[in-house]
C-alpha cells in the first residue's frame, strides 16, 4: 500500500505525468463498489509549499475534492456484468492554512488498470525555478540544471538524468571542497586526506564514492547519506533504463544535489553574517573609543 509520506512527496514534487506506483484503497474494485476511497486517501494529507502571500513555506490541506471522470473496462451492461473501473478522474485543490486565500490545484489520475497515480494538471505549474544561492554555486552550471527541471517536468526522464549527472561532473570537486567546513573538528583531517586521494580522479562517482562515508550526521536527514544515494545515482549508467526509472533517480540527484549546496550555502552565510556583525561590533567599540583617545590624546 502507498504509504501517506509517499503521497506527500507526490503532491510536493512529482512532476506532471510521473507515476507513482502502488497499491492504494480501491484498486481492486468493481465499479458497483466504487466509493472514492483512493481521492479520500489523498486528500487526508497535508503538504508544504511555498504560499506567495505568506512569503514563506506554509502547511496546505485539501478542500473537497471533485470527481472529473469515471471510466469503466469495456462496460456494456448487456455483456458485462461486473466491470472494473478503469481510471478515475478527480481535481482537487489544496489551501494555505494560514492565509486561507492561497490555492494550488491538481487534476490526478487513478489508473486501476496500471495501479499507479498521476498527476495530469497543476495549477500555479510546476516551477523551473532555482533557490538564489543554488543559482550562485551553480553559475553558468544552472543552465543545465534548468533544463533538466524542464525535461523532469515533462516525464523525460532519460534526459533529466543526463542534464543533472553533467551538472554533479561539474561541480562535485567544488562541492566536496567547500563541504569540508561542514565536517566537525575531529575528522576533518581524514576527510582533507581522502579529498587530497581523489583529486586526480575524473570520474565524479569516484570521487563521491571515497568521501561519502565521512558525511557527518548533522548532514544526514532522516540518517539518509545525500551523497551515498548521489554516488548509487550517478555511478549507475542510462543502459537500458526507461524514461521512468531514470525520473526516479534523476529527482534523486536534483534532491540531493539542492540540499547539498543549499547546506554549503547557509554555512557560509551565516560565517560571513557573523564576521559583517563582529566587524559591526569592532567598528562601532572604535569610533566610540576613538573621540575619547583623541581627547586623551589631546590632554597630553
Ligand atoms: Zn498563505
Redesign the pocket.
Known amino acids: 500500500m502507498v504509504a501517506k509520506p509517499q503521497i506527500v512527496e507526490f503532491l510536493e514534487k512529482y512532476p506532471l505525468y510521473r507515476k507513482l506506483q502502488g497499491s492504494l484503497p480501491e484498486y481492486d474494485i468493481k465499479a458497483s463498489d466504487f466509493n472514492d476511497e483512493n481521492i479520500k486517501w489523498v486528500a487526508e494529507v497535508t503538504i508544504e509549499l511555498p504560499?506567495p502571500?505568506?512569503k514563506k513555506d506554509?502547511t496546505f490541506a485539501s478542500l473537497e475534492p471533485t470527481s472529473l471522470r469515471l471510466e469503466c473496462n469495456d462496460y456494456d451492461p448487456e455483456y458485462y456484468s461486473d466491470p472494473f473501473v478503469e481510471c478515475a478522474v478527480y481535481s482537487i485543490s489544496y489551501c494555505?492554512t494560514?492565509?486561507?486565500?492561497?490555492h494550488v490545484d491538481f487534476i490526478l489520475l487513478f489508473d486501476y488498470a496500471a495501479k499507479h497515480l498521476q498527476k495530469i494538471g497543476q495549477n500555479p505549474p510546476w516551477s523551473i525555478a532555482v533557490p538564489k544561492d543554488v543559482e550562485r554555486f551553480l553559475g553558468d552550471d544552472v543552465a543545465f540544471l534548468k533544463r533538466g527541471k524542464i525535461c523532469e517536468s515533462q516525464g523525460y526522464g532519460i534526459a533529466a538524468f543526463v542534464y543533472y549527472r553533467r551538472v554533479v561532473e561539474n561541480v562535485i570537486s567544488s562541492l566536496l571542497n567547500r563541504l569540508e567546513n561542514l565536517i566537525p573538528e575531529a575528522n576533518r583531517e581524514r576527510y582533507s586526506l581522502a579529498l587530497r586521494r581523489v583529486q586526480e580522479s575524473r570520474k565524479a562517482s569516484e570521487k563521491i564514492q571515497v568521501i561519502k562515508d565521512l558525511l557527518p550526521s548533522s548532514l544526514r536527514p532522516d540518517n539518509r547519506n545525500p551523497l551515498g544515494i548521489l554516488y548509487d545515482a550517478v555511478s549507475q549508467g542510462l543502459h537500458q533504463e526507461s524514461d521512468e526509472e531514470c525520473l526516479r533517480s534523476a529527482a534523486q540527484i536534483h534532491t540531493c544535489l539542492t540540499y547539498l549546496i543549499r547546506e554549503v550555502s547557509t554555512h557560509e552565510e551565516t560565517g560571513r553574517e557573523f564576521t559583517d556583525n563582529i566587524q559591526k561590533l569592532l567598528d562601532k567599540t572604535a569610533a566610540t573609543k576613538s573621540p575619547a583617545a583623541i581627547s586623551s590624546g589631546g590632554d597630553a
Do not use: D, E, Q
Not at 494560514?98 to 492561497?102: D, E, I
Open positions: 504560499c502571500v505568506c506554509r494555505c494560514h492565509c486561507k486565500s492561497y
